[in-house]
C-alpha cells in the first residue's frame, strides 16, 4: 500500500517561482523576441501555419528559449516531448526516437522534441537524433546557451535552422517588472506593491538581459519590503539591501554599464596601468558580467594592439577561457592579469583601420573577379578557361616570393594596411617594403 494517495495534491501558486508563474502563453506575449515572433517573421510563420521544421534556439539565459518550446507544445497538432540533457542520457534519447518512428508509422504524426541545453549532449547524444530528424519522425528543438557552431554537431546543425534570442533590453525588463506587479493571476498584483521607477530600472540592469533574474530579484524585494499601510514599497535603497552590494545598481539612466566600460577601455588605451585596473575592479566588484569583459578585452587586443604585440590578442582569448573554466570570483585575477598586460602593450590600430579601409573598398568599388591567375582548376573545362594559367608558386620562387599581383587590376597598387612604428609593426613594416621590392615593386 502507497503512503501517498495516488491524485496529486493541488499545487499553491505561492510555491511556484514567480518566472514560472510569468512565463507568456502565447507568441504575442513574448517581449523582446520581435524579429522572431512578430507576424511576418519565418519563425512565426512556421508555427502559426504548424508547419515547424528542426530548429535550434541559441541566447543567453532567462531570454525566452523554453518559453517559445512551451507556446510551440501548445499550439502544435504534433506530439510533443521535452526533456533537459542535463538528466537525460543516450538510452532515454533512443526510447524517444523509437516511439518517435513507430508513432509515426501507425498514426502519420510528427514529434516535436524539445532538448533544453542541447549543447550539454555529447556527439553520440547527438548522433542519436539524426535517423529520426532526416526521416521526418522528429522535429528537434533544440536551446543552447552557447554557440550551436561550436557545441551542436556539424550534421545535425546542417539540418536545422538556427534562431537567435537576444538579451532583452532594460525597457523590455521593465515591462516585465510592470505588468508581474499589477497582474492578479499569475502576478504580484493581490499584494499591491509599489516600485518606482529607478527601483525598476536599477533591477532590470542588474538583470543584464535575464528576464528570470530580473523576476526572481523582483519576488525578493518584495517579500523583504516595508509595508506602510499595507503595500510592500520596492525602492532604491531597498534594492542596496536585498543586493548587499551597492555597486550593482547603476544610476536611472543606465550609462553607468557603458561608461565603466568606456573608462577602462580608454585606460588602456592610453596605456594607463592604474587606471585600467581599477575600473576593472569597479565592474568586477559590480557584479558586472565576467564573459562581457572578457569579450571587450578580446576586441581591444586587435582594434587597439593588433600586430604591435601579436601575443594581446592570445592573452585575451585565453583570459575568456579563464573565466569559462574557473568561473568567479577566482576568474577575476585572470582578467586582472589580462587587463594590465594589454594597458603595458604597445599600441597600434592599423590592424582596425586596414580592415575598415578594405571593407570600403569591397562595398562602395567594383566587385570584381578574382584574377584566374589566382584560381584553382581541379576540372578540364577550368583548366580550358585558364584558370590558374600564369600563377606561380611563391615557394619556388627565389625569397619565396612571386612578381606576381594578387588584387584584381581596379585595385592595382592599392595599400590597405600601413603597420605603425610600434612594437612588432616596426619589423613587419620591414618585411612588407623587403617583399614589396622583391615583387618588383618600388
Not at 54 to 77: N, Q, Y
Request: charged residues 30%.
Amino acid at each position: 500500500m502507497s503512503l501517498f494517495d495516488d491524485e496529486r495534491a493541488p499545487v499553491d501558486p505561492r510555491t511556484v517561482p514567480l518566472a514560472e508563474r510569468m512565463r507568456p502563453r502565447t507568441l504575442d506575449d513574448v517581449v523582446g523576441q520581435d524579429d522572431l515572433v512578430r507576424p511576418g517573421r519565418p519563425l512565426r510563420e512556421m508555427i502559426d501555419r504548424d508547419l515547424l521544421q528542426s530548429i535550434i534556439l541559441w541566447g543567453p539565459p532567462g531570454t525566452g528559449k523554453t518559453t517559445l518550446a512551451r507556446v510551440i507544445a501548445d499550439l502544435t497538432k504534433a506530439e510533443f516531448v521535452s526533456f533537459s540533457a542535463v538528466l537525460a542520457g543516450i538510452k532515454e534519447v533512443k526510447e524517444v526516437m523509437a516511439t518517435a518512428e513507430q508513432r509515426r508509422r501507425i498514426t502519420g504524426k510528427r514529434t516535436i522534441v524539445f532538448v533544453d541545453e542541447i549543447h550539454r549532449f555529447n556527439k553520440a547524444q547527438q548522433d542519436a537524433f539524426l535517423p529520426r530528424v532526416e526521416s521526418g519522425d522528429i522535429v528537434l528543438i533544440g536551446a543552447t546557451t552557447e554557440n550551436p557552431s561550436f557545441e551542436v554537431i556539424a550534421a545535425l546543425l546542417s539540418r536545422s535552422k538556427v534562431f537567435v534570442l537576444k538579451p532583452l533590453d532594460e525597457a523590455a525588463i521593465v515591462s516585465i517588472l510592470k505588468k508581474t506587479l499589477t497582474d492578479v493571476e499569475h502576478g504580484l498584483g493581490r499584494e499591491n506593491p509599489e516600485a518606482d521607477d529607478d527601483a525598476l530600472g536599477a533591477i532590470a540592469r542588474f538583470a543584464n538581459g535575464d528576464a528570470r533574474a530580473a523576476l526572481n530579484l523582483l519576488q525578493m524585494a518584495v517579500a523583504s519590503a516595508n509595508q506602510p499601510a499595507g503595500r510592500p514599497r520596492i525602492d532604491q535603497a531597498l534594492l542596496e539591501k536585498t543586493l548587499q552590494n551597492r555597486m550593482l545598481l547603476y544610476d536611472k539612466s543606465g550609462e553607468e554599464h557603458y561608461n565603466l566600460m568606456s573608462a577602462l577601455h580608454k585606460s588602456m588605451r592610453n596605456s594607463d596601468a592604474d587606471a585600467s585596473i581599477y575600473w576593472l575592479a569597479r565592474m568586477v566588484e559590480a557584479g558586472e558580467d565576467p564573459k562581457y569583459i572578457a569579450r571587450r578585452l578580446i576586441r581591444f587586443a586587435s582594434e587597439d594592439i593588433g600586430n604591435a604585440d601579436p601575443q594581446a590578442m592570445a592573452i585575451a582569448v585565453a583570459a575568456k577561457d579563464a573565466v569559462h573554466f574557473i568561473g568567479m570570483p577566482e576568474g577575476n585575477t585572470a582578467l586582472a592579469q589580462c587587463v594590465l598586460y594589454l594597458a603595458t602593450a604597445p599600441k597600434s590600430n592599423a590592424v582596425y583601420l586596414a580592415y575598415n579601409d578594405a571593407a570600403e573598398a569591397a562595398k562602395n568599388d567594383v566587385a570584381s573577379p578574382v584574377p584566374p591567375h589566382l584560381r584553382n582548376a581541379p576540372t578540364k573545362l577550368m583548366k580550358q578557361l585558364d584558370y590558374g594559367k600564369g600563377y606561380r608558386y611563391a615557394h619556388d620562387e627565389p625569397d619565396a616570393v612571386a612578381n606576381m599581383e594578387c588584387l584584381p587590376e581596379n585595385l592595382k597598387g592599392r595599400e590597405f594596411y600601413k603597420p605603425t612604428d610600434y612594437g612588432f609593426e616596426k619589423e613587419i613594416t620591414k618585411r612588407l617594403a623587403w617583399w614589396k621590392a622583391r615583387r618588383g615593386g618600388k
